[in-house]
T-cell receptor
């Protein structure tokens, strides 16, 4: 069963716009990670945010974590066509260090 | 390129057959994870090995088994295949095991059962 659920399921934007994806989860977490997957390819790790952190940046990526709302968001600023991919959140919770993946948000950036 | 290799890239086989998927982790990584990705189930964790020993088990069917060899490569064996086993199978590796381990994913093996 999925711990994290991404929203929206699909997002279509123009190049240059910002893209925001959300992840909600049910139980307390140790950390949350975001991954990107290009069509039919392996997942690529983007960023990890720990439960005691509220915000992290990496290049054009900004991740926030609100543990009171059990949610996280991934913001991609100034999107490019190359950002077209599926984005997954993965949570580690309880005594398990194995991340549980959501179903992903499919992002299409039109040139 | 993550440094994780998987063979074969594609596999087409019939129901009832047995197949072996192979994974070579990044140089130096001791931990190997196997995942199954299908449209209806999403990305599901199957099993993890660390330095040759099974470390964690997920939603792995009894028809499936895995092992990690002394050279750290891993194989996932799928037997008595069913149509529903058609999926992308990913291997990932990490340097260590435990919370926050960053996993590096291979390109996957696409299995089609006909």
């Amino acid at each position: 069963s999925q711990q994290g659920e991404e929203d929206p399921q699909a997002l279509s934007i123009q190049e240059g716009e910002n893209a925001t994806m959300n992840c909600s989860y049910k139980t307390s977490i140790n950390n949350l990670q975001w991954y990107r997957q290009n069509s039919g390819r392996g997942l690529v790790h983007l960023i990890l945010i720990r439960s005691n952190e509220r915000e992290k940046h990496s290049g054009r990526l900004r991740v926030t974590l609100d543990t009171s709302k059990k949610s996280s968001s991934l913001l991609i600023t100034a999107s490019r066509a190359a950002d077209t991919a599926s984005y997954f959140c993965a949570t580690e919770s309880g005594g398990s260090y194995i991340p549980t993946f959501g179903r992903g948000t499919s992002l299409i950036v039109h040139p | 390129d993550s440094g994780v290799t998987q063979t074969p890239k594609h596999l087409i086989t019939a129901t009832g057959q047995r197949v072996t998927l192979r994974c070579s982790p990044r140089s130096g990584d001791l931990s190997v994870y196997w995942y199954q990705q299908s449209l209806d189930q999403g990305l599901q964790f199957l099993i993890q090995y660390y330095n040759g020993e099974e470390r964690a088990k997920g939603n792995i069917l009894e028809r499936f088994s895995a092992q990690q060899f002394p050279d750290l490569h891993s194989e996932l064996n799928l037997s008595s295949l069913e149509l529903g086993d058609s999926a992308l199978y990913f291997c990932a590796s990490s340097a260590f095991t435990g919370t926050g381990s960053q996993q590096y994913f291979g390109p996957g093996t696409r299995l089609t059962v006909t």
